[in-house]
């Protein structure tokens, strides 16, 4: 056996023989179903940590859709832009779903191991850090549990320090025409994105003239597709998590339910959701 180098730091077995390439072998399965440990052998601890290993597989997809959106929308290649969001929506929604098995766990049943999981929280998903923060949703505190990992901090600083899918959407606002304010073309990336009249009004007049901006009218609704697949997976969190432990703080310092209710308030893209009471 041999192995291949992607250039992304993965490095993957290249198997020898067309024999030797059995399903088992091509997934690595042997490693992937040997690394589920259970500290304390309760029944739905195996529950707990499948599904949320598995939504982190799926954050490494969505990781790998949005980096790849941003590279399109750069270039101007909308419709290469557009099958990578519909894909993250989509895995959204497999996401989404997933919180209606995890709430199949009584508050007993999570009792049964919750004091194992010790100051460890989904509060520290750096992954899903990444991806809130390449949306636009940047906010120091999801930085912060990640310092003590210096080659995931400096990912999560080189995604801070470029623009948000969200800024290269004005960008590519800016670059069809409208009048975009500098402000929002040149600006600090790390804090969050704030409404600007002069992205309001660009939005708002290529949906009240969508036949002449059709690609981007169309490219505005994919980022609203991809809000309300976020916002959907947000809700279904919160009310697992409020199902399971009620209003108690959450493991690793977290508040809880009442930090998940916050979020829900939180925009991605505010001008689009904006321009619905105004057209």
Not at 3 to 16: F, V
Not at 120 to 139: A, K, P, W
Not at 252 to 258: D, L, M, Q, T, Y
Request: net charge negative; glycine share 6%.
């Amino acid at each position: 056996m041999t192995e291949a180098d992607h250039g992304d730091g993965a490095i993957t077995p290249k198997l020898d023989t067309e024999k030797s390439r059995a399903y088992g072998d091509f997934l690595r399965l042997d490693e992937l179903l040997n690394i589920q440990h259970r500290f304390n052998g309760a029944h739905d601890e195996l529950l707990f940590v499948v599904i949320h290993q598995t939504s982190e597989l799926w954050f490494k997809v969505i990781l790998h859709e949005a980096r790849a959106a941003l590279q399109d929308i750069r270039q101007d290649n909308l419709r290469g832009a557009f099958k990578m969001i519909a894909r993250i929506t989509r895995i959204q929604a497999q996401l989404s779903q997933a919180w209606d098995v995890l709430g199949t766990m009584t508050p007993n049943d999570y009792l049964a191991f919750r004091d194992e999981l010790g100051d460890s929280s989904g509060f520290q998903s750096y992954q899903y850090r990444m991806f809130e923060f390449m949306l636009g949703d940047r906010q120091a505190a999801g930085f912060a549990p990640q310092q003590h990992h210096p080659h995931i901090a400096e990912e999560i600083r080189q995604i801070l320090a470029a623009p948000s899918l969200y800024d290269e959407a004005v960008a590519l606002l800016g670059r069809n025409g409208f009048a975009i304010d500098p402000s929002r073309l040149d600006r600090d990336w790390s804090k969050r994105y704030q409404r600007h009249p002069s992205v309001h009004a660009a939005w708002e007049k290529v949906y009240r003239e969508n036949k002449r901006y059709w690609e981007l009218y169309e490219f505005a609704e994919k980022l609203a597709d991809l809000e309300d697949a976020f916002q959907s997976w947000r809700f279904r969190h919160m009310r697992t998590v409020q199902r399971i432990i009620g209003d108690k703080r959450g493991t690793g310092g977290s508040s809880g339910v009442s930090y998940l209710k916050r979020a829900l308030d939180r925009e991605f893209f505010p001008e689009i959701l904006d321009i619905r009471s105004t057209l």
